[in-house]
């Protein structure tokens, strides 16, 4: 029997809590706030962001709290979802403006999609801060 060694990926280094925005900007290495997202960087994102916790900023004294699934292939401002049994739609950007009267600026950037991966939860970036991030840095 050899010597065999076990590496716990789950301590790995972590840097501080941030802003979604913030940090996509960070592993971009450039400002997201003025043009939508090519598919190369929306799927580089979605995987530095797939299984990361996030909290949401939008509601006052209520902090959820969300596992990421992933990232939308849509920007926010497209985004539509049934809100009712008669599949009445509304999208996203109304929803949060008229439920928590969040007015989504860079609705050019995708959704995160968080919960439930069978019933879609699209969280807009913008009210999300990341709980804990991976230093990508160090590999």
Partial sequence: MGLSLNIDMS???FI???PVIDFVAQILGKDVMSRPLSDA???KIKKALRGVKVEVTHRENVRRKYRISGVTAQPTHELI???DDQMNMKSVVEYFKEMYGFTIQQSHLP???VG???KANYLPMEPARLLRV???QRG
């Fill in 134 to 136: 991976r230093d990508t």
């Fill in 16 to 18: 501080e809590a941030l």
């Fill in 11 to 13: 301590s790995t280094a």
């Fill in 41 to 43: 960087n929306r799927i």
């Fill in 116 to 118: 439930n991966q069978k």
């Fill in 111 to 113: 959704c995160l999609m």
């Fill in 81 to 83: 979802f049934p809100i």
